[in-house]
Each structure stands twice: as C-alpha cells, then as structure tokens.
C-alpha cells in the first residue's frame, strides 16, 4: 500500500473508519502512537490512529534529538533501560532509520571547574557505554568510542570554547535524529503503507476498551471509532483519558540560535552545570546551522497546555551555563528561539530529574490500555509492548512484532551510498535532502524541476518542493503543519513570518 498522507486520503479513510470495528484504535500520533500503529499493522491487524492536532503535534518535536544509548540511566543503576536504549539506538542507527539517525561527537570541555576526579569518573561511564553498545551488537563503525583530546583538537572542533584554563575534552558519540517530528511523520508514513489509518485533527473525547467517542476538528461532527482494543498513547495528556494515572510533568527547555552565533563548532558540547555532579547542559548544532541548547528539568505542575511556554528564568539559566565556557559571551538577542516541551513522566517520589525514564503500560478492568513514560530513542519498543498487551487482552489473531527489522519510508539499505555512519553524515555524501528524505530525495529533488519557485530557498534554507511534498505525502494540511513540524522553520518566530508566503503557496499549488 502506498505510504502517501495527504487531505484526500484522510477524508477517504475517516468516513470509511466510522463504518468498521477496526482490530486496534491508537489514540494519539507522537512517537509511541505512532510506533504502535506500525507495530500492529505491520503485524497484519487493521488500525486506526487517531490525533487531535497533528501527527508530532505533542511532546515527541520538544525533544533534543538525542537517540541515547542510555548513560544516563546507567548512572543510576538502571542497568535494563539502559540497555533497552543502546538496542534501540542500534536499530534506528543500522536498518530502520539510518537515513534519519546518524553518530554524532560531543565534547566535555575539560574547564578548571571539572576536576580530574570528575573527569575520571565521566570517562568510565563512557567507557561502560561503549561496553553498552557492544552488548546491543552496534558495530564501531557506526558507534566510535570515546577518546580524550587535546586543548588544540578541541579547539579546532569547537573554536567558540575559552582556551584559558582548557585542559582538552572528554570526546563521546552518541545517536542524533536529524529531526524528531520527521521521525514520527515518517513512522506514521510506514505504518499507513501497511495499511493503518492516520487519522489527524480527531480527537478523542472518552476512551473505552472497545473503541472511542471522537470529534472531527475539522468537520466538527462527533462520532464512535468502535475497535477490538484501544490503545492510549496520549503522552501527557494521557491522565484525561485514563482517569486515575498520576502524571508528573517535567519541563525541558531549549534555546535556539541563529546559524552564525556561534562559528566554528562542530561538535554538541556537555557543559557541567555548577554545582551538579552528573548533569550538563548540551549544546546541539542542527543541520539547519542553527543551535540549540538545553535543558532544563523542572516540574511543571497544574492544567497541561497544548504548547508549553517558556519562562525568562530557564533562559537566563541556561545562558548562564552556556556562557560559563565560551570565550565570548552569547547574549539574549543572540537567543532568536525558544521551546519547552513537558516530559509525560509517572508520578513518584523524588526530583524529577531523578525520576525513572522507564515506560510503563497500565491497564484498565474495561481493556483499555495506556502506555507513558519512556523516551523517544525506546518508541518502538514502548509501541511492541503495548501492542502484545492488547493482542493478549483482545485475543486478537497476530504474530510477533517485526518492527525491530522493518526499514521506514526512506531508509536507505547497507551497502555503498547508504547505511548510517560516524563520519559526520548519516548518509554517505548526504546533503540536506538526503539526511531528511533518504531514498525519496530523488523524488523530491524531481519536482523542484516542475517549476523554478520550487527549487529557490527560502528561510531556514526550506524549498517550495520539501513544503509541496509535505502537502502530497506527508499529511500537512494547514500552514502550522508545514512550518512548526513537517519543516521546523517556525522554531525562530522571524523566520516563521518570512515563510508564511512560501507555505501558502505550497498549499495553493
Ligand atoms: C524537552 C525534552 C527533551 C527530550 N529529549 C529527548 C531526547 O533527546 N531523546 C529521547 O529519547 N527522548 C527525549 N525526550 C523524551 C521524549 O521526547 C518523550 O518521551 C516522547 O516524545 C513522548 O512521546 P509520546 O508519543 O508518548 O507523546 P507525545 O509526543 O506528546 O504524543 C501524544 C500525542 O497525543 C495527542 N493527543 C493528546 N490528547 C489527545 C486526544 N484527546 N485525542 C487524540 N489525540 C490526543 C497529542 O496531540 C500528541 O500528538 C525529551 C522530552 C522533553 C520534554
């Protein structure tokens, strides 16, 4: 079946939805819906998924991008998510995503603040991380292990770090996403060319084990999606549906700088956070040549917002920490974005940075089964879990999970030209479209020769071509589609502006 997303299909494929009990209902298309809609289709049962905004609308494009190999984790002592981390990272970084997930260095600028000690016992957790991606069977090749550097190489991978007192670096890999809402578009792509409905601007109102009362955003009727097994994968939001889960929100925030703030570096960086033992900020360069930097954890408690907004605080903080190792300071007009995302964590006792990334599934006496908790990096297997619990509750005719071996849309095979590697490019010789679209960017190269307009770049370096694709096959249907997820333009209001034409026209085409 064909992967394409687009207004026609989806109009087709909700008034058909309104007539079947289709085998599994996943409400909600970030990450984990959107992995569970392909982790059941892809075990030949029928599907419908249904989001209230759009497919990545939630916490899924908030994140820093990271496809962790589970360091962190390790840390604390949490041995099986760690683990489960470093054998997600190899699927996506090998077979299922090499075009969207690549290696990419860091550097722990060895600053007079990190003494030896410290620097000591960083370079052993890298080393047990390396030992991690041995046991996940990631090869080297794409995964190097850590090193420690000189003042000088430092310098020349990351010439905005102060010299005076640079010891050198503690050098690490780890998976990076070329984009996080991509990811999840892409995986919801896959999972309609097994057949699954992705149904966006649905929201359901009131969840049961056997299906869902939903209204049409877009229509604005309301209507029953009846199903043999529900699955809630409403991140966040999931509590509202699921009466009786206690959410514990995090905040993360994250700062965008324009391309030029800061030359010269080409490598993430880990800066230590004053006065923290085992957290850093990080430092992310994009693809687009802007930067991020992140990240805050701080519980965010009370109504959860569609969009969560950022408070001066988090941006003087992480300024602060930023600035604590560059030579030149970065300044609050240098800061031209900003995003906050909420992490959906289970409540507990305890900082919530200390609180378990463990997902966990939770089940309700009518069948309803919710899944929260995790991270992006362990989607899929957050999505396989759900999706046996409910082929158990609903006693539904399916096999085992494939999706550990199934390619996405666009992943390109091993072998010369493809295959993600450590070499600073996720595809080899990879430009722009190649990192976003693997195997289609020929396609998408293709209509850039239609008409001039579609090839000419525009802010943040988007074409007519990526936004008119997004329109034919990737499901946008309004402005906000394009620019805050199918492209992330709109992350620097300015350049969302100056694109609003280009968008509207990509529309009208
Ligand atoms: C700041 C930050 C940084 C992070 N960085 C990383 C990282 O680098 N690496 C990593 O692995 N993880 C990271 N994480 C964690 C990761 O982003 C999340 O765990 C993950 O994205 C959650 O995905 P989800 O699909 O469960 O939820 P979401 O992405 O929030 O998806 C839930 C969806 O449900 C929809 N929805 C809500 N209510 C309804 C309804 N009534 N009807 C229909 N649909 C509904 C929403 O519109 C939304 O699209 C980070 C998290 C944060 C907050």
New binding site residues.
Partial sequence: MNSSLNAARRARELAETRDLVVDVLV???????AGAALDAASRGLSVAA????DM?????R???????GGLRYLARGQVGVAYESAVERGHLLGRTAPHLVRAYPYLLPLVPEVSRRHAALVMTGYRLGDGLRAAARTPRHLLPGPSRISAARTLALASPLGSRGLRGALLSWDGRLAD?ARLVVTVARTAAAHGARILTR???LELSGDGALVRDELGGDTFTIRARTVVN?????AA??HPGIRLRPSR?T?LVLRPETLPGLTAGLHVPIPGESNRFALVLPQPDGRVHV??TDEPADGPVPDVPQVPEEDVTFLLAVLNSVLEEPVRREDVAGTY?????LLAAEGRSADLSRRHALLTRPDGLVTI?G??????RRMAEDAVDRAVSLGRLDAGRSRTAELPLVGAVPDGPGGGGNADGEGVRGAGRSLRRYGSEAGAVRALMAEDPWLAEPGPAGVTGAELVWAVRHEGALNVDDLLDRRTRVGLVPQDRAAALPLARAALAY
């Avoid at 990545?56 to 899924?60: H, I």
């Avoid at 995790?374 to 989607?379: D, H, Q, V």
């Fill in positions: 409400v909600g298309l970030g990450a984990t819906g249904i989001d209230a905004h990545a609308f939630g916490t899924s908030w994140s820093s991008k990271m496809i962790h996080d649905c929201r359901a994968a409403t991140g966040v939001w509202g549906l993360g994250h992140g990240l906050a995302g909420l992490r959906p929260v995790g991270k992006l990096t362990t989607y």
